[in-house]
């Protein structure tokens, strides 16, 4: 858990310091006042581009220098991340004082959001959903992002030479697809873990007061050719393409709605956020379960949109997982039944004590 947060320069923050005492941080302010701009800090905290999924360059505070600095306590090693003012799109890590690489921070921390811009994940295209799906499997395979990063690499590669080469270089075609396999098997690995593992505790709940999901990969399957050979097979269809056409980047989350049997995509978007909640809070208690450190939880704009008894229900289920969760909201009561809450209000990029 994060124990002590400061944020420099990013977004509306000048200067922010945050120091949980409660399982629960919850932070309230009007519109624009920079609530879902701290969930984003905490966010660039795990791999990956944050819950915003923004350019670097438009983080770093308008009226400040030109980088931004964001640095957690947590246990007992500081964790940080920003970019300096000279280089404004490179991110630098730091754990414990030293240059790290982004992937090292999913060894200290995992961290899961739900955003309204969630409200299109079932609507929009699979790369959304697959995204979700990898951040949910992070947190039980730390190395997840390094074999999707390496996975990605060789898989640009492969295309330039495709694309470029008349008659590409075999060999080095070769060698690019057997480091695909490699990375790309590890990612399918994880993900169907992931999968099996939170279909496990869904299947075994009752229809409780969130909607229950069934989850299942759809869009690519390994079938009974291994991946190198799959690629070595679509290599002229891929070069007419003018990408790749078969492997793990293809993969799409397939969620329904369980007692309805219907596709989360024709669901309403309040059932979506329900079945989404679901899937999070089974997340949270599976990696709580198995790696022994739950998940911190962003929870941007959730408890608006809930009845009370819901809110009710999410509460004491968020606070059985035993983890951190920050959320967000413009009215202070719709935390009332909180308990066990540093509660803080946001006006204008500056934070106080409620
Ligand atoms: N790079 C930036 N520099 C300064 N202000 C920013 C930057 N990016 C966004 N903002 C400001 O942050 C505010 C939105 O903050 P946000 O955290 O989304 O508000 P809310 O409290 O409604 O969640 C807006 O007023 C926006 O102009
Ligand atoms: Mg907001």
Known sequence: MISRLTV???????????????????????????????LEAVSLLAPGRGLRGAALRDMA???GSGGFGIAAQVDDVTIGTGVLPDAPDRRTVRVGGAPSA????????????????????FADTPGGRRRF??????ALHPGHATHSTRYDAAMRSRNTLLSEATSPDQ???SALESQ?????????????DTISALSDILNGQDEGPFARPTLALEGWALDDQPLARQLRDSRRRDAAAGRTLVGPHRTDLKVTHAAKEQP????????????LLSIILAHAALVAGRVGRPPVLLLDEVAAHLDPSRRMALFDRLASTGGQVWMTGTEAALFDGVTGATRLH??????TSE
Request: proline share 3%; aromatic share 4%; hydrophobic share 45%.
């Open 8 to 38: 420099s320069d990013f977004r509306n923050h000048e200067d922010a310091l945050i120091v949980p005492a409660h399982p629960f941080i919850v932070l309230t302010g009007e519109n624009g006042a920079g609530k879902t701009n701290i």
């Open 61 to 63: 505070r308008q009226d």
């Open 102 to 121: 982004a992937s090292a921070l999913a060894e200290r921390l995992s961290v899961l959001w739900l955003t309204p811009a969630m409200d299109r994940l």
């Open 133 to 138: 799906l990898d951040r949910l499997t992070l």
């Open 171 to 173: 060999a080095w075609l």
């Open 180 to 192: 695909m396999e490699t990375h790309g098997m590890a990612v399918t690995d994880g993900r169907a």
């Open 264 to 275: 989360a995509a024709l669901c309403s978007t309040g059932e979506q956020k329900a079945l």
């Open 346 to 351: 946001v006006k204008a990029g500056h934070i």
